[in-house]
């Protein structure tokens, strides 16, 4: 089998995201759309507005054939470690030739050229960047500047989904994966954006008006798949109540924890944990809690990540040994027939285990435990926050269903 890998999040599956599956499947012709997507936590550093089940089975119902959960230790991180962890997994299936992403530019040949070089680490772009982080500026400000001054082209590092294309294909180099680049051009509303454009928009309005459901159904209609929305309309989704829920148990961990416990989260550096405490005492709301210890320095997303590793207990010993021992694994969220066969082959032909029945799978595949670990944890706290109990959001107890079978 040839298929084409997408790495995504699907928070939630929309239109545009229907665009991308549709001219990935136009331009590569693959026997198979797999779709490695965040689970119940997501690279914002917030819960999933939807769990990861529910969002598999609308990209099913979307045109992708298969769907598999990035592990939480890359899922919950920065650009680099979250393409770093969906390369890996999709190299790992072993079937997997092309590789598709969404671009403001387009132009998979000129990303491709600017990841060459960025892949290499030129000392040039080091030093620059060292000089732009001394100055205060954020994480991604700084590399595009010092990106700018060893002669890449702005533009690429203008867009989000340029950005994090630029990541997905230096992996795709560092580990030597040989995919074949498909640039899809995104359509409509930037990424972030509060407004909609030509029938598309962004996950992010998407999510404020699901807040309100069903008062917003209407809007909604215009941008989710009708299937889509007749599931997630149905389905308990992170809200308000939710975010508050979330940053009481996170409040109160950073009460409880001294700065040395708090210092273990995987982002949290330079002595921030003293700033994210303090922040703690005072904040009434998950927002302030950020805003209130918020630095120049680091973006509000980095600060949100911060908190959510420290929620799910990925610390910098988990990452470093998931890392050393190159941890990896195919986690089972969603299939249709075609997707079952790609499954078989993963089997036969791939480097990492498939896992479709974790309670069972991980007693059998004892090395991949302490990534896998971090997952069941994470997939129980998100059954907390929605006020269910944590064994209904279990991955001990949630099996994936076949779809369209």
């Given at each position: 089998?040839?298929?084409?890998?997408?790495?995504s999040?699907?928070?939630?599956?929309?239109?545009?995201?229907r665009?991308?599956i549709?001219s990935?499947?136009e331009?590569?012709?693959?026997?198979?759309?797999?779709c490695?997507?965040?689970?119940d936590?997501?690279?914002?550093g917030?819960?999933?507005?939807?769990?990861?089940y529910?969002?598999?089975?609308?990209?099913?119902e979307?045109g992708?054939?298969?769907?598999l959960?990035?592990p939480?230790?890359?899922?919950?991180s920065?650009?680099?470690?979250f393409?770093?962890?969906?390369?890996k997994?999709?190299k790992?299936l072993?079937?997997v030739?092309?590789?598709g992403?969404?671009?403001?530019s387009?132009?998979g040949?000129?990303?491709?050229?600017?990841?060459?070089?960025?892949s290499?680490e030129?000392e040039?772009?080091s030093?620059?960047?060292?000089?732009e982080l001394?100055?205060?500026?954020?994480?991604?400000?700084?590399y595009s500047s010092?990106?700018?001054e060893?002669?890449?082209?702005?533009r690429?590092f203008?867009?989000a989904n340029?950005?994090l294309a630029l990541e997905?294909l230096k992996?795709?180099?560092l580990?030597?994966a040989?995919?074949?680049p498909a640039?899809?051009?995104?359509q409509?509303?930037k990424?972030?954006?509060?407004f909609?454009?030509?029938?598309?928009a962004s996950?992010?309005?998407?999510?404020?008006l699901a807040?309100?459901i069903?008062?917003?159904?209407?809007?909604?209609?215009k941008?989710?798949l009708?299937e889509?929305l007749?599931?997630?309309?149905?389905?308990?989704h992170?809200?308000?109540t939710?975010e508050?829920?979330y940053?009481r148990?996170?409040s109160h961990?950073?009460?409880?924890v001294?700065?040395?416990?708090?210092a273990?989260?995987?982002?949290?550096?330079?002595?921030?944990?003293a700033q994210?405490?303090?922040?703690a005492?005072?904040?009434d709301?998950?927002?302030?809690l950020i805003?209130?210890?918020?630095?120049?320095?680091?973006?509000y997303a980095?600060?949100?990540?911060?908190l959510?590793?420290?929620?799910?207990?990925?610390?910098?010993?988990?990452?470093?040994?998931?890392e050393e021992?190159d941890?990896?694994?195919?986690?089972?969220l969603?299939?249709?027939?075609?997707?079952?066969?790609?499954l078989?082959?993963?089997?036969?032909q791939?480097?990492?285990?498939v896992?479709s029945?974790?309670n069972?799978?991980?007693?059998s595949?004892?090395?991949?435990?302490?990534m896998?670990?971090?997952?069941i944890?994470?997939?129980e706290?998100?059954?907390?926050?929605m006020g269910a109990?944590p064994?209904?959001y279990?991955?001990?107890t949630?099996?994936?269903?076949?779809?369209?079978?």
């Amino acid at each position: 089998m040839k298929c084409a890998g997408i790495i995504s999040e699907f928070n939630p599956f929309h239109t545009g995201h229907r665009h991308l599956i549709d001219s990935i499947r136009e331009v590569t012709s693959p026997d198979a759309v797999v779709c490695v997507m965040s689970g119940d936590f997501v690279q914002r550093g917030m819960p999933a507005m939807w769990d990861k089940y529910d969002r598999a089975q609308t990209a099913i119902e979307g045109g992708a054939d298969l769907v598999l959960e990035l592990p939480a230790v890359y899922a919950v991180s920065g650009a680099g470690s979250f393409a770093r962890g969906g390369v890996k997994v999709l190299k790992g299936l072993g079937c997997v030739k092309y590789l598709g992403f969404g671009s403001e530019s387009g132009n998979g040949e000129l990303l491709m050229q600017a990841a060459s070089v960025l892949s290499r680490e030129p000392e040039a772009f080091s030093n620059a960047l060292r000089d732009e982080l001394a100055q205060g500026r954020s994480y991604p400000a700084a590399y595009s500047s010092a990106a700018a001054e060893i002669g890449l082209d702005p533009r690429l590092f203008s867009g989000a989904n340029d950005i994090l294309a630029l990541e997905y294909l230096k992996q795709n180099l560092l580990q030597d994966a040989g995919f074949e680049p498909a640039a899809v051009l995104r359509q409509g509303a930037k990424h972030n954006s509060s407004f909609t454009a030509d029938g598309y928009a962004s996950a992010s309005y998407l999510r404020e008006l699901a807040l309100d459901i069903p008062g917003n159904y209407e809007e909604l209609k215009k941008y989710l798949l009708p299937e889509s929305l007749e599931l997630l309309s149905s389905r308990p989704h992170f809200g308000r109540t939710e975010e508050d829920r979330y940053f009481r148990i996170i409040s109160h961990m950073l009460q409880a924890v001294n700065a040395k416990e708090a210092a273990q989260a995987a982002e949290i550096s330079e002595g921030f944990e003293a700033q994210l405490i303090k922040s703690a005492w005072s904040a009434d709301s998950l927002d302030s809690l950020i805003m209130g210890a918020k630095i120049k320095r680091f973006t509000y997303a980095r600060i949100a990540r911060m908190l959510c590793q420290l929620f799910l207990g990925i610390t910098k010993s988990v990452v470093k040994r998931c890392e050393e021992e190159d941890l990896c694994y195919a986690k089972v969220l969603a299939f249709n027939n075609t997707g079952a066969e790609v499954l078989r082959t993963a089997q036969e032909q791939g480097s990492i285990p498939v896992i479709s029945n974790v309670n069972k799978d991980r007693k059998s595949s004892p090395a991949i435990r302490p990534m896998l670990e971090v997952d069941i944890r994470a997939s129980e706290l998100y059954g907390l926050i929605m006020g269910a109990s944590p064994k209904d959001y279990s991955d001990l107890t949630c099996i994936p269903k076949p779809c369209n079978i």
